[in-house]
């Protein structure tokens, strides 16, 4: 630390200087290593004045004459000089001058300045505190003072060197450092047992408290309910006697599971509620006086507030591997518990039975209209070809026929007679009466084949001709063949809807049967209180963690 040169200063007086006044002027050393000087007493005594001689005519002597501020300047450095202030209390007071924004010549009038200025330069405490209003304490004008008068506590003090100094206890550096740890370490264990007890206290309020109030209303308060517990599935039959011949041997499967969760579903939906509430009185039977103001149901509760109830009570799961619904029913009374189980299961069972009775009641009907139709059509078909038989009176293709076997036999004469003439004729000398003969025999056949095949030209041509009335016959035959194949096919589509219908049947089979029980099933007391105490501890802790994380996030 660097000091303003400070320039030699003289002081004139009348009277020839003494030692003392001489030391006392002489030159400063440096303020960055101050010699130690000798302890002296807090209270300065007052110079000695020196007899003033018998007054001579002292010689002229040059040099700048001090003003009277100067020299009381001097005076209180020279008083604090004599406090014995230690190398740590200068440069402490150099450094809060520094601070105030002043400029002393050395750490001694560094204490002046701040002394003039009201400050204590030894007072370990906040900056802010430091100027002091003048004249509070001390002299009157708050200045000048010294420490002691002050009356603060000045660490380190000096001590009076007249006085008896005895050795101090705390010399030894280990011990003051262990005793310092330990009173750090107590401080640390106040710390945590203050914390562990705010920590009790949170918890018994934030988390015992609910708990023993929950435990109570368990225990004490709420009313017992009885649960009724049965178990049902719904099957569908595989085949039937007319379809197999095997009959009812065949094994029947559980239905599908979209029939077991539509049942599942109408249980618990309002629609189940309201023809429960009809029928068994469910909304009274929740709102009366016996049940705790909890479970209680308001005498006028709407239908929302009564189903909520009823979800709550009515209790219906689905195994999908086993294919069983297991129903819980839950009330005050046991056999009205029974009760509504039973109820709810004929229920069920009336849904069961039409869910697929739309859908066979249609494929049945389908499959009849078709069948009537077909028996229909046959039998105007059949109705045709009678009566065409009926009118014409033959069968013509039966007379068709006929009369084309006699052209060929007719024909089959005819060339015999030629080929019996052609040899006649061969001989040289023929029998006249055998040729005669053979030739009238060749004639008449000729002319009974020539009106054969006039009979059949007019048979075969024309609109009313037998063969006209053939193919009308022969259509009319292929319509009943077609009528009676369409038959067929609707008898079988009857046949098919049938046994379709018969399959998709479905049945309800109670596997467990509701029965009242003897003791109550809820609540749960020792249960319902051990989770009680983890959702209140879980919620406890929720919040504890957002408060430190957001406390930590204000405070970083």
């Known amino acids: 630390m660097t000091t303003k040169p400070k320039a030699r200063k003289f002081r004139i007086k009348r009277t020839t ?71 740590r209390q200068l440069r402490m007071a150099r450094r809060v001058a520094q601070k105030h924004n002043l400029a002393p010549t050395s750490d001694f009038d560094a204490v002046r300045l701040l002394r003039s200025k009201g400050i204590d330069p030894f007072q370990r405490s906040n900056m802010l505190e430091l100027v002091v209003p003048g004249g509070e304490e001390g002299t009157p004008d708050g200045k000048n003072a010294p420490n002691h008068q002050l009356g603060r506590v000045q660490l380190p003090q000096t001590v009076p060197a007249g006085g008896m100094n005895l050795p101090s206890t705390d010399t030894n ?34 988390v015992m408290l609910p708990t023993f109030a929950a435990g109570y209303y368990f225990y004490n308060v709420a009313t017992p309910m009885y649960a009724t517990d049965s178990q049902f599935l719904i099957i569908q039959n595989e085949g039937s006697a007319g379809a197999s011949p095997f009959g009812g041997l065949l094994p029947t499967q559980f239905a599908n599971s979209a029939d077991s969760i539509a049942t599942q579903a109408y249980l618990q939906s309002k629609d189940a509620m309201l023809r429960l509430n009809e029928d068994e009185g469910f909304i009274d039977h929740f709102a009366t006086d016996e049940i705790d103001p909890i479970q209680r149901l308001e005498a006028d509760a709407t239908n929302e507030e009564a189903y909520k109830v009823y979800k709550k009570n009515v209790k219906i799961g689905y195994d999908p591997t086993e294919g069983v619904i297991r ?32 859908k066979r009641e249609d494929g049945m009907r389908d ?13 105007a078909a059949q109705e045709a070809l009678i009566k065409m038989q009926v009118e014409n009176g033959v069968d013509p293709e039966a007379e068709i026929a006929a009369i084309r076997g006699q052209i060929t036999t007719y024909e089959g004469l005819l060339i015999e007679k030629e080929l019996e003439l052609a040899a006649l004729l061969d001989n040289a000398r023929p029998n006249r009466a055998k040729v005669d003969g053979t030739r009238g025999d060749v004639r008449r056949l000729q002319e009974q084949l020539a009106k054969l095949k ?8 024309g609109d009313n001709s037998l063969a006209q009335q053939a193919v009308t016959m022969q259509l009319a035959a292929a319509d009943l063949a077609a009528a009676d194949m369409v038959l067929q096919a609707t008898q079988t589509a009857v046949d098919q809807a049938r ?11 109670v596997a467990v049967e509701p029965v009242a029980p003897q003791e109550p099933t809820y609540p749960r007391k020792f249960e319902n209180t051990i989770l009680a105490f983890l959702i209140f501890a879980g919620i406890y802790l929720m919040l504890s963690l957002t408060a430190s994380i957001l406390r930590e996030q204000v405070t970083s």
């Open 454 to 461: 006039d009979k059949m030209s007019s048979a075969t041509e």
């Open 327 to 358: 129903m819980e029913i839950i009330a005050a009374d046991p056999e009205i518990s029974a009760s509504f189980s039973n109820s709810l299961i004929k229920y069920a069972e009336e849904r069961v039975n039409n869910l697929s009775k739309q």
């Open 17 to 87: 200087p003494s030692a003392t006044d001489v030391a006392s002027h002489a030159p400063e050393t440096s303020p960055e290593v101050p010699a130690r000087p000798k302890p002296q007493p807090v209270k300065a005594e007052p110079r000695p004045v020196a007899p003033t001689p018998a007054p001579e005519q002292p010689a002229a002597r040059a040099g700048e004459v001090s003003s009277a501020a100067e020299v009381v300047g001097e005076t209180d450095m020279d008083a604090i000089r004599r406090e014995g202030l230690t190398g």
């Open 173 to 206: 550096p280990a011990e003051r450092r262990q005793r310092e740890i330990s009173e750090i370490q107590r401080d640390i264990t106040r710390r945590r047992r203050r914390k562990l007890g705010l920590l009790m206290v949170r918890l018994a309020f934030f």
């Open 367 to 379: 499959a009849l209209e078709g069948f009537e139709i077909a028996t229909q059509k046959r039998r």
């Open 499 to 509: 046994t379709e219908a018969g399959r998709q049947v479905r049945y309800l089979t």
